[in-house]
Structure formats: structure tokens, C-alpha cells
């Protein structure tokens, strides 16, 4: 502070020393007010910003809800048009079967007064064209039953036991034509499943089983895992190539080649079919030389415990 005592140079020099700290802090003000006025004007310019994002939010959310309607309208008519083939299929298919039992029932007459060699020879054809063709109306109509959202696949107790003493009697005579061994190995697992399509199901697989292995044997049995059980059928046939173990699940996929062996190429696209609507899991396990072994994972029926 100034004092009486100072000499004037002293007081020069204090004043302009107190002149630049006054000059200092208004600069210092100035430029607080100059920000604060940036701010207010960067606030601003935000804002409207904001604004203009928040319409073009709006609109794109508009415009989404737009295409929303539309894909849920596009579903609609690809659900329709599916059911509606499904129909065409069922209906087409059923129909198909009643002029070709009749065809067949003129045939096995036929066979009775064919007695010359040539004649035996084409109806024993003819009979194998119309097994062919009643083999592949048969599973396109099961196709397309297990397509139908309406087809009741509730899940009930059923004994694999009991499962598989049918399929002894459904391939006894089929694997003994062949020289097979064809063995089941005793169950005693009660599984959740339907007792229709888990029968289809084991019976394309087994049939397959049998119809690619030329030598040898064919076992199916069931192995516990945790809650599930998994139905086994294992071949020492030719096995299935790692590239070629997904593809054969696929309508029309056959490896063998044409005329080797008969076959609609649908069996396991029935298998799958029916698993995914009754949530069951298959599994193949094969290599090329070492035979195969298709499994279905089953849920053990619960207040069965130890069932295996
Ligand atoms: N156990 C098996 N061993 C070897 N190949 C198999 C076996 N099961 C199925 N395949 C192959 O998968 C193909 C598809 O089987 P599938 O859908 O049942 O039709 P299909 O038996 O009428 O040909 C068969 O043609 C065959 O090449
Ligand atoms: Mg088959």
C-alpha cells in the first residue's frame, strides 16, 4: 500500500504495479464474459441441433414402424402361401394313393394270368415302379403333415423297450434277407416323446441302417446321459464323409449312386422334421469306412428314476 513516508518513485512504481493487477483482473472479467457468452451461444447453437436430431430420430423410428408393418404383412402372406402349398401337398398326395391301389390291385390280378416269363418279369416292374411311387407319395404326405402347424405332436410316456420289440418285428426278415446281424440291446428307459413319430424315426434310421450296410452288423440301444437318454443305431456299413453328414438330412440328398440302391432321398428329412417338432436332438456320428451311428437325445420320463 501506498505510504506518506515513500519517495514518489516508490509510489510510481507501486501504483503502476496495482494499475496492472486492476488491468489484469478486468481483462480476466472481460474474457469470463466473452466464454460465458460462447457458451450461451454454443448452447444454443446445440440446441437446435438437438432438435433437428431428435426429427430425424422421429421420423426414422416413423419410418421403421412403416417397414415393420410391411414385413409383418409379407410374413403374413409367405405363412399363407406356405400353409396353402402344405394343403396342396396333403390333398394332392392323398389323392394320388387311391388310383394306385387300385393300379396295384389290377396288377396283382394281372400277375395271376401273366404266366409267360416276359409278362412275369414286367408286372414284377411295374410292381416295384408302383412300390416306388407309393413309398414317395407316402412321405411327401408326411411331410407335409409334420410341416402342418395343426399336426398334434404332444409328448407322452413311451418305453423303448416296447419300442424297440416293434422294430425287431418291423426288420427281423429285412435284415435276415441280408445276412445282417440285427440286434437291440434291452432297455428298460421310459422317455418323453410321441410314440408315432419316435417310431418313424427309429424306423428310418434303421431301415437305413440295414439298406447301406452291406456285411456285418446293426445294434441299437439306448445310453443315459444326465436327464436325457440318447437312442443309438450304429452300422458297420460304408459310413458318411464329415462334408457329407449335414446334407444328407436335406429333401432329395442322396450319396449313393442312382440305381445302387432304392430310396426316396427323404428318410432322414422326415427324421429331422419330426425331431425339430418334438425337440429332440440327432446326431451323427460317422467317418467313411468305419460305419455310422445316428443318435436321437431323448428326456428321460421324470418320476421314472434310475430308468435305464
Ligand atoms: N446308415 C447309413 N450309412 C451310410 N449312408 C447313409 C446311412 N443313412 C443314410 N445314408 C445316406 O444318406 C442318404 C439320405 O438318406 P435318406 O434321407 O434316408 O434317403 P434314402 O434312404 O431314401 O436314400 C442316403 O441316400 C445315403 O446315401
Ligand atoms: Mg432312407
Not at 89 to 113: G, T
Not at 286 to 306: E, Q, T
Request: one cysteine or more.
Amino acid at each position: 500500500m501506498l505510504r506518506d513516508e515513500d519517495s514518489l518513485e516508490r509510489r510510481i512504481e507501486k501504483l503502476t504495479r496495482i494499475n496492472e493487477a486492476l488491468i489484469e483482473r478486468i481483462d480476466r472479467a472481460d474474457s469470463a464474459r466473452g466464454s460465458t457468452y460462447m457458451l450461451f451461444q454454443t448452447a444454443a447453437v446445440l440446441e437446435q441441433e438437438v432438435l433437428a436430431r431428435n426429427r430425424d430420430l422421429e421420423t426414422a423410428l416413423a419410418h421403421l414402424g412403416e417397414i415393420n408393418r410391411e414385413l409383418a404383412l409379407a410374413r403374413e402372406t409367405a405363412d399363407e402361401a406356405n400353409r396353402s402349398k402344405s394343403r396342396f401337398l396333403r390333398a394332392a398326395s392323398h389323392d394320388l394313393l387311391q388310383p394306385l391301389s387300385a393300379a396295384k390291385l389290377f396288377l396283382s390280378h394281372l400277375a395271376e394270368v401273366a404266366t409267360e416269363p416276359l409278362q412275369a418279369d414286367l408286372v414284377g416292374r411295374i410292381g416295384n415302379a408302383f412300390d416306388s411311387t407309393e413309398e414317395l407319395i407316402k412321405a411327401l404326405l408326411e411331410i407335409s403333415r409334420l410341416d402342418s402347424v395343426r399336426l398334434d405332436v404332444a409328448s407322452e410316456r413311451v418305453s423303448l423297450g416296447r419300442l424297440f420289440q416293434k422294430l425287431a418285428v418291423d426288420f427281423h426278415g429285412a435284415a435276415e434277407a441280408k445276412g445282417l446281424d440285427l440286434r437291440f440291446v434291452i432297455s428298460s428307459a421310459t422317455v418323453m416323446s410321441s410314440p408315432v413319430f419316435l417310431r418313424r424315426i427309429a424306423q428310418n434310421l434303421v431301415s437305413n441302417a440295414i439298406k447301406y450296410t452291406a456285411s456285418g452288423r446293426v445294434l441299437v440301444g439306448a445310453r443315459r446321459e444326465g436327464t436325457d437318454v440318447w437312442l443309438e443305431v450304429h452300422d458297420t456299413g460304408p459310413g458318411i464323409a464329415e462334408e457329407d453328414q449335414e446334407r444328407i438330412f436335406n429333401e432329395f440328398e442322396r450319396l449313393s449312386p442312382e440305381g445302387e440302391t432304392q430310396g426316396t432321398g427323404l428318410g432322414l428329412s422326415i427324421v429331422r422334421r419330426a425331431c425339430l417338432r418334438l425337440d429332440h436332438e440327432v446326431a451323427l456320428r460317422s467317418s467313411p469306412g468305419k460305419g455310422a451311428c445316428f443318435r436321437v437325445r431323448l428326456p428321460l420320463a421324470l418320476d421314472v428314476p434310475g430308468a435305464l
